[in-house]
């Protein structure tokens, strides 16, 4: 347990990881879980074989978003074929508050059912359980619901001066802002906004639940075991160690599944009240109201520079909606404290209360929105000036954190911008919109930095070598697509010295050493850390084992010296197979458990991982419509674990940063307090012929400031920037700068209307 | 969904007389659309007469030089046919612009024509729709419009047709063949097929319950360039915002109004020797666009005036 007071200068020793003898580290290995995957066998919740058969619940909705339940009519669901149960407010059983309120971002959800008020739209309000899945969801259309209706409030921009500041995050305020605003020779002032974005995994919210006599066992789609255990145990009343929260497989979370929602607790609670299994499962159509989603951003950015192009003033305040108790604050503007020097700075974030359905976290909160205005601006900034975007970034590079004042561990984002312009052709870009044409295409090029924290968390971990010498990595830890699976196998086998084969990860359950779970893209560094502290310790007892068992050819050699490769263990030139001194010395394994978590005198650094996205667009002249031809990432995210799944994840980013510039967003009807879009034919994901060439690059990085392993986060780094380098692209295309999201083609005829179409797209030829 | 019964038809009287006798009956072919609204309970037919493995899967050349496409056809065999691709482009265009490979792999040419409006309203059973429950209202009217009709719609509904093959079909003149309960035929234009809502918007078509679709003929080509152009939000697998089909002079717009919409006006402008900015401007001068949707009448103009003027040229 040392390594929770383990320092920087500890970290910055060598270890197995770091000297990568075995090369397994940053290899691009195929995924661990991949052929359980493809092969159909890997069990989600909802598919989990049940120890007797299941009973099927369904949930009921609201079908308001605001008022009073009146009346309740069950009669007709519960004489329904196959119904077993049906509840509401009037009969659930009694559950609890969870009692520090930080389970949920979303506290309206408990406890459950609490009251007749309906807080937003499709709110849970029953559940039906039958014998089949078919018989419950019939049986849910005839449960009756009276409602006494009052008008919802939905719109932020007519409420911003009601935004309350979240606690902890009071604005900052460096300088006298409007002064140096005003003085400022060069100016952009601008609103921005982005839409609701919805999750929209594959997997939908889901549990499977049972007893077993006073343990209740769960199957659930989570990103965080330990949260959705104390979930559970608090709302149900019952001791954390008497609950089990599974999840090997889970189908996507992008921070929807950091929480968790009614299947979790309703699962249980019938399963124990009709004394056999049940599974519920959120239907497609319930994911867009009653699980979260990122809220919509309205974001107001003002940037004063001098002639030079050097910021003198930067503001950037936004205001994210809330449901009516919710804690959750889209934090847009907290990047920006970070990005560019500035001596005269301001940022805050405001949260306004609407009588919509809860937010939540969604892939980078914060910088998914909020770069979508600020790297704009700087795009406007830079036209203005006359400028290279580039170069104008350049010439706001800070030395340290402009806040406050602490170094870089490393920050290498201009040799990302420069790389990737160099890469990309960016020299190739007309400076002057609207140059550019192929066929009915106007073509443009346009660019922006990412930039995203990178946190190591506390965890634990447990490393075991059986007789047969396979070594298990044990972990409360989750595996949502990312690649968890295999870098701790890759974490695992390059510690122990042995080859991938011979390494077994078991995550996902909670009654295993916790960690975090998945989730602000520390999920990989945080697990990883850990799993690297118990192969060290799992080494030691090794060693020692060894040394002092008179059997081993490494008797009496000097413990400390041992090491590990190709599944020996050797102390100088003496050496055996760890299968046979396990088989020998301890035949029922050895197993040790070790922590991790954040350095002491970690905190006097500032640790993000960086990089610069560039994009070309072409924008329809007949049709105003935009599609992607290319998109390349550069990125330094510290040490690459793994190629592939690293460029997954960050391929995976830049895609969703298409959805958010050209084609994503849900948004409230006023009159119903209801998101229009409810499924994935309406609710418009990116498609593969959205997505043009995609292309990351990985700089070569080591950062020993930001734990053990010298590696940060990649999982959400690909989505920041993305869709602002889409924007400034058809800008650079046509002339148009849109600041309400999507770009759609609404938006680009509407431009066209007011201002003829550039020269180059007059004339023949336009198809 | 609600509980049904089903039976597999073994020929094509037989599926009519089943389904004409049973109150609440409904065809099915791939599914493609029915078994979504009957999730949602849109849809709920009491028993199903499943028609997909009617031997009415041929296409084959008329007599009259044209060609004869029947209705369990899929998406994909029609759009891929050797006769299609070099007779009518814009339908092989127009279908392979509708929904995805998995759909169009199992939707036939029937069902795409019966296919029911994308309308967020429609599928949202909280909600006011004349379409679902008559005299209701209509939430599209005062809502979040962006995709509804700006041609021939009224204030009992402004919902689109979605089909894009049906433009296509519409455009190049073709006809449907309709078995009848009593065993008779008839035929009607596609044109014909669809109706304008009215102050019924739920009734979308002219093919009464229990008649089932058995083909679509298509004349012999007509004379002139063919092209099918749509404009959405993503690449692929989203509806239209407009799509303009042109078949030598025979024009057609989709995802405008509750059908396919012949643009008659345009085609009359065009013979008088109009331009086609003139031509369009003819059939759009009735074109009335609601709070968030007026930009298409300004889209399906430029959409028309630009391939009518590629046709020009490549005539010129």
Redesign the interface.
Known sequence: MSDQRATLADWAKPNPVTDNRSGLIGKAVDRYDGPAKVTGTAAYAFEVETPSPALYGILVTS??AKGRITAVDTASAEAAPGVRLVWTHLNIPETFADPEGKVGFAKTHFPLFRDDRVRF?AEPVGLVVADTF?NA??AA?LVGFTYEVEGPATSMDTALDQGEIPTGDPDLEMGDFEAAFAASPVRVDGIWRTPVINHCQMEPHATVAWWEGDVCVTHTSTQVLKRSQVYVSSTLGIPQDKVRVFARYIGGGFGGKVMNHWDLILAPLAARALSQPVKITFTR?QMFHATVHRPGVTQEVRLGANPDGRLTAISMMTWSHCDSAGVFTEPASRFARNLYAAPVRRMGLRRVRLDLPPPGPLRSPGEAPGMMSLECAMDELAEQLGMDPVELRIRNEPESDPETGKPFSTRQLVRCMREGAQRFGWDRRAPVPGQVRDG?WLVGMGMAAAVRGSAILPAKAGMGVDADGVVTLSQAMTDIGTGSYTILQQIAAETMGVPLEQVSVNIGLSDLPPAPGSGGQFGAVTAGSAALAAGMSLRKALAQLAAEDPDSPLHGGPAEAATFQDGMIAIGNRSERLSALVSRAAPDGVYREAASGPAADQGAWDRRSYGAQFAEVGV?T????V?VRRMLGVYAAGRILNAKTARSQLTGGMIWGVGAA??EGN?P?P??G?F????L??Y?A?????IGELEAIMLDEEDPKANPLGAKGVGELGIAGSPAAIVNAVHNACGLRVRDYPV???KV??HW?SNPLPLAARG?G?? | ???FTYERAVDAAQAVRAVASTPGARFIAGGTNLLDLMK??IEQPTHLVDVSRLPLAGIAATSEGGLRIGAMATNSQVAAHPQVRAHYPVLTGAIVAGG?GQLRNKATTGGNLLQRT?C?YF??T??PCNKRIPGSGC?AL???N?NSAILGASPACIATHPSDMAVALVALDATVEVLLASGAQRSLPVADLHRLPGDTPHVETDIAPGELITAVVLPPPPKGAQAYRK????????GG?ASVAVAGGQVALGAVAHKPWRASAAEAALRAGASPREAMDAELAAAEGHERNA?KI??VG??GV??L??NA?DRA
């Open positions: 079908r308001i739209f078919e969801v019939a259309q159509h009915r329809d007949v049709t105003g419509e599609r050209l084609t948004y009807d009159r119903y209801s229009v879009s409810q499924d034919a309406s418009l990116p498609t593969h012929a959205d759609t083609p609404d005829l509407a209307k023949r336009v198809r | 969904m609600k509980p949602l309970y995805s994308r967020a599928y949202d909280t909600k939430s005062e809502g979040l962006r404009a959405r939000d993503r690449a692929s697998f989203a915002l930009f300004d889209l430029r959409m630009a391939i003027s590629q040229e």
